[in-house]
């Protein structure tokens, strides 16, 4: 691990490696000039040689790696340096292990008969593999160890005030990437530098997303902070690093920017606009999949009238393959009809049909109408919740449908009939937003009508119950033609 003066054409590394190229040249370069050409004859030995030579280019790089995953664990944090001077030396001694495995290749073609080279060559190929799997597992961790200061140093958002501005907060932050950054810079293999600064890119978008996602109460002028920070730190990654500077597109192809980007605009949106976001998305994510929590069987229409109204006709006929919630292997359901959002439908109130009794595939037959306004029908949402009755505690959610009225024929005079597959939603960001909008009444009215639903699944796991059974095939919306 000792550093040796290097001059400007050739990077830091021990002169323990560089002993180590020297051998190894001279060793081929010997059995050549005494064996050239290799014949048929002498072909096996120096393969034998070869392989034991490969063996010991590998056998150095993993002691290598050693070391590094020693200082990696036993290093200090009371510095601004995660990445510590022999770390790079460590790397760049790994990298020229790779070089010269590959340079012995490159002179054994020129001179071995084919037969000798074929089999030297795939003994050579399976040792770079080798060697490059050492290198990755131990730069993929680069990033993971600047991870505990990144952190320390991103939370910062979330304390300072709301007048200072971003760049001010962040300047320690700025500080700490810069001379790491520079230390890594001194690696040999450029590619592997440039996977690593997209990896601490990464790091740092994920952080900022913690920030805006751990603490959705926060004022409008925090999330504008975080917005700035994330378009601060893009421009210096890009345009601040040298000749280390990451393309745009690099930086904004990591999932985290994009999360980070989608949560801030999430966080500036008004509460009415989030929820009609989030029925229509929850909607729209259903697709034609089954979660083997059962279907609903029904009957649709929309009927438009003269004084701007429409009348929406749900005949509910009935469900099937409905998950067993009580201790017979049955259960009680019945099921929940509602027109949200609530806040754009509020004289549609909410229907229940009847409860069928220890039954998995109850039958209703049961119509209901709804006044709604035409001028929302864009917006609106017929969703559909099954219940196990229970009589002593609280009713059990089975699952949920939803249709959107858009998707609905007006003025027909028959009634379609639907085949919907049954969810279990999960908690999306939108809801994780407005359940933290405690003094929002209008937020507090929709985490009351979603809580049950949108809880269900996690309450299942954390109890150990299974959230379905074997799946129906059913899609979410199949049509099965128009029935009077």
């Known amino acids: 691990m000792e550093k040796i003066q290097t001059d400007s054409t050739i990077e830091e590394s021990s002169l323990s490696t560089r002993e180590i190229m020297r051998g190894v040249r001279n060793i081929i370069k010997c059995w050549l000039d005494i064996n050239a050409p290799i014949c048929s004859q002498n072909g096996p030995i120096f393969v034998s040689l070869v392989t034991m030579l490969c063996a010991h280019l590998h056998s150095f790089t993993s002691q290598l790696k050693g070391l590094v995953v020693e200082m990696r664990y036993h290093a200090t944090y009371d510095t601004q340096f995660d990445i510590q ?36 060559h795939e003994i050579i190929l399976e040792n770079d593999i080798a060697l490059k799997q050492e290198e990755i597992a131990i730069t993929a961790g680069l990033a993971d160890k600047m991870e505990p200061s990144i952190e320390r140093y991103v939370f910062e958002l979330k304390k300072a005030n709301p007048d200072v501005s971003a760049s001010q907060v962040l300047g320690m932050l700025m500080d700490y990437l810069d001379s790491n950054i520079a230390l890594i810079s001194r690696m040999q293999d450029k590619g592997t530098l440039g996977s690593i600064v997209v990896s601490i890119w990464g790091k740092i978008c994920t952080k900022l997303k913690d920030v805006v996602e751990t603490k959705p109460e926060l004022e ?24 280390n500077g990451v393309p745009e597109e690099q930086l904004i192809a990591q999932p985290a920017f994009t999360q980070v980007v989608d949560t801030i605009d999430l966080q500036r949106m008004d509460t009415t606009e989030l929820i009609i976001r989030h029925y229509k998305e929850q909607s729209e994510e259903r697709g ?48 929940q009809l509602q027109v949200v959002p609530h806040h754009l439908f509020p004289d549609c109130e909410l229907k229940q049909s009847t409860v069928k009794k220890s039954t998995l595939e109850p ?25 196990d009755y229970d009589f002593i505690s ?25 085949t919907m597959a ?16 405690v003094n929002d009444k209008v937020a507090a009215k929709f985490v009351e009508i979603r809580k049950k639903a949108m809880e269900a699944e996690e309450f299942m796991m954390a109890e150990g119950e299974p959230c379905s059974t074997t799946g129906s095939k059913i899609s979410l919306m199949q049509k099965h033609g128009s029935e009077s």
């Not at 902070?225 to 000749?243: A, C, I, M, T």
């Open 220 to 243: 409008e002028e925090h999330y504008n902070r975080v917005g700035d920070s994330l378009k601060f730190l893009k421009h210096h990654f890009q345009n601040n690093l040298g000749e």
């Open 422 to 437: 049954l969810h279990r939603p999960k908690q999306d960001s939108i809801y994780k937003i407005l359940a933290g909008r």
């Open 288 to 335: 034609e999949r089954s979660t083997g929590a059962g279907v609903i069987d029904l009957k649709l229409s929309l009927k438009e009238r003269r004084d701007g109204k429409a009348i929406l006709f749900a005949k509910l006929l009935g469900a099937r393959e409905l998950i067993a919630l009580d201790t017979n292997g049955k259960s009680d359901p019945f099921i």
């Open 394 to 418: 609280s009713n059990d959610f089975e699952g949920e449908a939803m249709v959107r009225l858009t998707d609905l024929p007006r003025n027909s005079e028959q009634h379609v009939k639907w």
């Open 85 to 120: 001077d022999e770390m790079l030396i460590a790397f760049n001694n790994m990298h020229l292990m790779r070089q010269l495995n590959l340079e012995m290749e490159e002179e054994l073609r020129m001179k071995l008969w084919t037969c000798s080279y074929e089999k030297l």
């Open 363 to 387: 039958i209703y037959n049961e119509m209901f109408e709804f006044i709604i306004p035409q001028d929302q029908i864009c917006n609106g949402v017929l969703v559909l919740t099954v219940f």
